[in-house]
């Protein structure tokens, strides 16, 4: 009798309401969505008063997950679409009661061997590979700017008083603005995303100590979740771990690249990924071409290896310049992710900064 296969990848979940939020309304959620060739995993941390923030949260998620299992195309579009459609179906319930409600959105898509990151908002994700934590995404936040600046360190804004303030959510505006990006996974990957209630109390270096211990996700969750209490639990808490068991072929669509200018707009953000998608066909179209010329003109071999090589090498080399002009801001930093009037705090006491 043959054994059962090992799953290439298994996850695990829990949201927790913490230790200081009153009521014990729980404005965070998380989805964990099997696929036929990896799953959709996603978190969201609303804001805008207890029942809209968690409106906005679960509005966000089942938003999410429609819109990708309803959609065409390549999965990198597909996810940013979705997440476009997630923040309509907030924007459009903000009326009345519920208005200035919004959340953030972090989705990580398992496809084959890699992970797309779809990033709105501060809830961040982390990757534990060969015992090192790499943090695959930058908050959205006033005070994570005030960081990137130099004028304050991680451990003052841990503190601050504006903590809470971030700069881009769900909600804001009719176009969503996101950071879309991609990345091989390998077999031992252990991908964990979560919500600023765990972030902003448990240190990276606490992080690393508990997702490198041998337990399943559901475990591990519940030790995450356990340090935030332990820290105070001030906020709402909700981690989710993906531990990948196979190594498995790439996806044949190119993936996207991670930039340093935050989140762009959707329409030029699917833009960029069309004109990289172009960009690769136009490469194979060359090769091919140059290929069935060597086989067909022998005699012109080295004239035409010449020529298709001299070509790609100028396309390559052109679109390398390219991507790096466009993720470089004039002064060779970062650029700047906080826009006047689309900061939303979930504490309605806090001063937001203008």
Same mark, same amino acid.
Do not use: F, K
């Given at each position: 009798?043959?054994a059962?296969?090992t799953?290439?990848?298994?996850?695990g979940?829990?949201?927790?309401?913490?230790?200081?939020?009153?009521?014990?309304?729980?404005?965070?959620?998380?989805?964990?969505?099997?696929?036929?060739?990896?799953g959709?995993?996603?978190?969201?941390?609303?804001?805008?008063g207890?029942?809209?923030?968690?409106l906005?949260?679960?509005?966000?998620?089942?938003?999410?997950?429609?819109?990708?299992?309803?959609?065409?195309?390549?999965?990198?579009?597909r996810?940013a679409?979705a997440?476009?459609?997630?923040?309509?179906?907030v924007?459009?319930?903000?009326?009345?009661?519920?208005?200035?409600?919004g959340?953030?959105?972090l989705?990580?898509?398992?496809?084959?061997?890699?992970?797309?990151i779809?990033?709105?908002?501060?809830?961040?994700?982390?990757?534990?590979?060969?015992?090192?934590?790499?943090?695959?995404?930058?908050?959205?936040?006033?005070?994570?700017?005030?960081?990137?600046?130099?004028h304050?360190?991680?451990?003052?804004?841990?503190?601050?008083?504006?903590?809470?303030?971030?700069?881009n959510?769900?909600?804001?505006?009719?176009r969503?603005?996101?950071?879309?990006?991609?990345?091989?996974?390998?077999?031992?990957?252990r991908?964990?995303?979560?919500?600023?209630?765990?972030?902003?109390?448990?240190?990276?270096e606490?992080?690393?100590?508990?997702?490198?211990?041998?337990?399943?996700?559901d475990?591990t969750?519940r030790?995450?979740?356990?340090?935030?209490?332990?820290g105070?639990?001030p906020?709402?808490?909700?981690?989710?771990?993906?531990?990948?068991?196979?190594d498995?072929p790439?996806?044949?669509?190119?993936?996207?690249?991670?930039?340093?200018?935050?989140p762009?707009?959707?329409?030029?953000?699917?833009?960029?990924?069309?004109?990289?998608?172009?960009? #690769?066909?136009?490469l194979?179209?060359?090769?091919?071409f140059?290929?069935?010329?060597?086989?067909?003109?022998p005699?012109r071999? #080295?004239?035409?290896g010449?020529?298709?090589?001299?070509i790609?090498?100028?396309l390559?080399v052109g679109?390398?310049l390219?991507?790096?002009r466009?993720?470089?801001?004039?002064?060779?930093?970062?650029?700047a992710?906080?826009?006047?009037g689309?900061t939303?705090?979930?504490?309605?006491?806090?001063?937001?900064?203008?």
């Open positions: 009798m043959r059962p296969a799953p290439s990848l298994t996850s979940l829990l949201t927790d309401v913490g230790r200081q939020r009153q009521g014990g309304v729980n404005q965070d959620a998380a989805l964990a969505l099997d696929l036929p060739q990896g959709l995993y996603a978190v969201a941390d609303g804001m805008g207890h029942a809209a923030g968690e906005a949260a679960n509005l966000a998620l089942d938003a999410l997950s429609q819109s990708y299992l309803d959609g065409r195309g390549q999965p990198a579009a996810l679409q997440v476009q459609a997630a923040n309509l179906a924007l459009r319930h903000a009326v009345g009661e519920y208005v200035g409600m959340t953030t959105l989705a990580a898509l398992i496809d084959r061997g890699a992970v797309l779809a990033h709105v908002g501060d809830s961040r994700a982390y990757l534990l590979r060969g015992g090192e934590l790499h943090r695959l995404t930058e908050d959205h936040s006033w005070v994570a700017e005030q960081v990137r600046l130099g304050m360190t991680e451990a003052e804004a841990r503190d601050h008083q504006w903590r809470s303030v971030v700069s959510a769900l909600g804001g505006e009719e969503v603005r996101l950071e879309l990006h991609g990345l091989p996974t390998q077999a031992g990957d991908l964990l995303l979560c919500s600023d209630g765990l972030s902003s109390v448990v240190t990276d606490e992080l690393c100590a508990i997702l490198a211990r041998p337990l399943p996700p475990t969750t030790l995450l979740v356990n340090a935030a209490n332990d105070g639990g906020d709402n808490i909700t981690a989710l771990i993906i531990d990948i068991h196979r498995a790439l996806p044949t669509y190119g993936l996207p690249v991670r930039r340093d200018d935050g762009m707009y959707i329409d030029v953000l699917l833009t960029t990924q069309r004109g990289n998608s172009l960009m #690769t066909y136009l194979l179209m060359i090769a091919y140059t290929l069935l010329g060597l086989m067909l003109v005699e071999r #080295t004239l035409i010449l020529v298709g090589t001299t790609l090498l100028a390559l679109q390398r390219t991507q790096r466009r993720t470089q801001s004039p002064l060779g930093a970062p650029a992710t906080t826009r006047p689309t939303h705090s979930r504490d309605a006491s806090v001063t937001q900064p203008r």
